[in-house]
């Protein structure tokens, strides 16, 4: 089985990891924040020599495909893209709050409940999705503003919110029966075990057409004509 490049560029930090068989074979994480293009074919070079790897020797090229950090997302489906196409391998994109989630319960294997990883998408709106322990989407990844009654079906589920989006709901929710993780982490290397199930599934993304999840509409600000 060959290794999978695994590139995780939603979030304000660039990570890169190689994982083979759902195993990590070594992993790298900038230390400077909305760094994505500086760093991320620097950590390629230094992972593929700490794994003793060359890149013949990498199957697939998977990307953490949002929502998240606009630019960061364009850099990293970019950068995969030109990789598979590179070395003639598929491209997998895998949901970045499920990748959170997944990140959660490997933390917290012992939690009985549901984990919502929120996003902050500004104002008073979140992106989120509900997973349960083996990652099995409960609902839809989903942009959405924020009240009162939000998300209030899940309270009788033990629900673990994660995420910097949580930092704002916070002080609508009014279930005491809830855990709140406003900095919990994430990177490549969590990208591991999805990415191996994609792969022996042979879930894959269209090179040519996929674009980032972003999950609603993304607009930039012209530059004034002078």
Not at 54 to 80: D, N, Q, W
Not at 101 to 112: M, N, V
Not at 125 to 151: P, R, W
Request: glycine share 6%.
């Amino acid at each position: 089985m060959k290794s999978i490049l695994l590139i995780e560029t939603s979030s304000e930090f660039c990570s890169l990891a190689l994982g083979k068989g759902g195993e990590i074979l070594a992993q790298a994480t900038s230390d400077e924040a909305f760094k994505h293009a500086e760093h991320l074919f620097l950590q390629l070079h230094t992972l593929t020599k700490e794994a003793r790897i060359t890149f013949s020797e990498i199957g697939a090229v998977a990307v953490s495909a949002g929502p998240g950090s606009y630019t960061g997302l364009r850099i990293g489906l970019s950068a995969a893209k030109g990789f598979c196409l590179a070395w003639d391998v598929p491209l997998i994109m895998l949901s970045t709050l499920k990748i959170m989630a997944g990140a959660f319960f490997r933390k917290f294997p012992d939690h009985k409940g549901v984990c919502v990883p929120m996003l902050d998408a500004r104002r008073m709106e979140v992106y989120y999705g509900v997973y349960d322990s083996t990652l099995k989407a409960l609902s839809k990844d989903q942009a959405h503003e924020l009240t009162s009654d939000s998300l209030s079906e899940w309270i009788s589920h033990n629900p673990a919110f994660i995420g910097n989006g949580t930092e704002k709901f916070k002080a609508l929710w009014t279930s005491e029966w809830s855990t709140f993780d406003l900095h919990s982490n994430w990177a490549a290397a969590d990208m591991a075990e999805l990415a191996h199930e994609a792969y022996i599934n042979h879930d894959f993304a269209d090179l040519a057409y996929s674009e980032p999840e972003y999950l609603k509409p993304f607009f930039t600000t012209a530059k004034p004509i002078e």
